[in-house]
C-alpha cells in the first residue's frame, strides 16, 4: 500500500501525524512543500490548502486528527480507548490540543510586548486547565499507554518548551503535571524522530524572520 504525506517541515499537525506512523511503524514516504509559495499539484489535491495530506493510493485524507484516526483504525493495535465515553473524551482533548497550538504559534510570531503578554497569560490559562486534568504518577494522558492524545499535545509542548527556553515564559512553572509528561513526551523515540534536521534552530529563524520583535526578543 501507497502512503505518501505531504508536510511542512515546521508543521506541528503535521508532527501529529509523524509520530502516530512511527508509533504504528507503518512505512511512508514523506514528501515536503513550500506553504509561502506551494506548488499547484498541492493545491489540486489540498482541499484547504493545508499541511497534512495523506495519499493513500491515490486517494486524498487532509485534517491531521482524521489521518490519525484512519491510520489508528487500519493498523491495530489501537491508540484509542475502546469505551465510547473515553474515546469521546479523548477526541475532545485532541481539539484542545489543537488550540493550544493556535495560542503557541502567536506567542512565536508576536509582533509586541503587548501581545506576548497576551498570549502568554492565554497559554497559562490553558496550561492551568491540562494541569488539572493530569495525573503526576502516569507518564502518559491516559495513564500507562501512550494515546492518540499524545501524538497530539507532543507537537505543541515541544515547542511551547522551546519558547519557554529561549523567551523566559515560565510556562511550566507551578505546572508538575504538564512539566513532567511534556519530558516524556519530547523523550519518547517516535516524538524525537519526528522532528525535522536541524529542527530547533529552524523553528525560531522562523519566529525571527516573521516577527521583529522576537527576532530582538531571541539576540
Known amino acids: 500500500m501507497s502512503r505518501i504525506l505531504i508536510s511542512h517541515e515546521l508543521c506541528p499537525f503535521v508532527q501529529r501525524s509523524v509520530i502516530t506512523l512511527l508509533e504504528k511503524e507503518v512505512e511512508f514516504e514523506q514528501k515536503f512543500v513550500d506553504l509561502d509559495n ?29 489521518i490519525n484516526e484512519y491510520l489508528d483504525e487500519v493498523t491495530p493495535p489501537t491508540l484509542h480507548p475502546s469505551d465510547p465515553l473515553l474515546k469521546a473524551i479523548n477526541r475532545a482533548w485532541i481539539e484542545f490540543a489543537s488550540d493550544l497550538i493556535v495560542t503557541m ?45 499524545d501524538a497530539a499535545f507532543a507537537p505543541a509542548l515541544l515547542r511551547i518548551q522551546l519558547l519557554d527556553k529561549h523567551l523566559g515564559l515560565d510556562a511550566f512553572d507551578g505546572r508538575p503535571a504538564v512539566l513532567a509528561w511534556t519530558q516524556r ?28 520583535y522576537i527576532r530582538e526578543r531571541l539576540a
Open 38 to 66: 506551494p506548488p499547484q499539484w498541492f493545491l489540486d489535491i489540498s482541499p484547504l490548502g493545508k499541511v497534512p495530506i495523506l495519499q493513500v493510493n491515490g486517494e486524498i485524507l487532509f485534517e491531521s486528527a482524521v
Open 105 to 149: 504559534y502567536m506567542i512565536s510570531v508576536a509582533d509586541s510586548e503587548d501581545m506576548l503578554d497576551q498570549q502568554t497569560h492565554l497559554l497559562y490559562g490553558k496550561l492551568d486547565t491540562l494541569e488539572k486534568q493530569l495525573a503526576t504518577n502516569t507518564p502518559f494522558f491516559n495513564g500507562a499507554d501512550f494515546s492518540l492524545v
Open 185 to 212: 513526551l519530547v523523550n519518547r523515540d517516535s516524538v524525537k524522530n519526528s522532528l525535522t534536521e536541524n529542527f530547533e534552530t529552524k523553528f525560531l529563524d522562523y519566529s525571527r524572520t516573521h516577527s521583529e
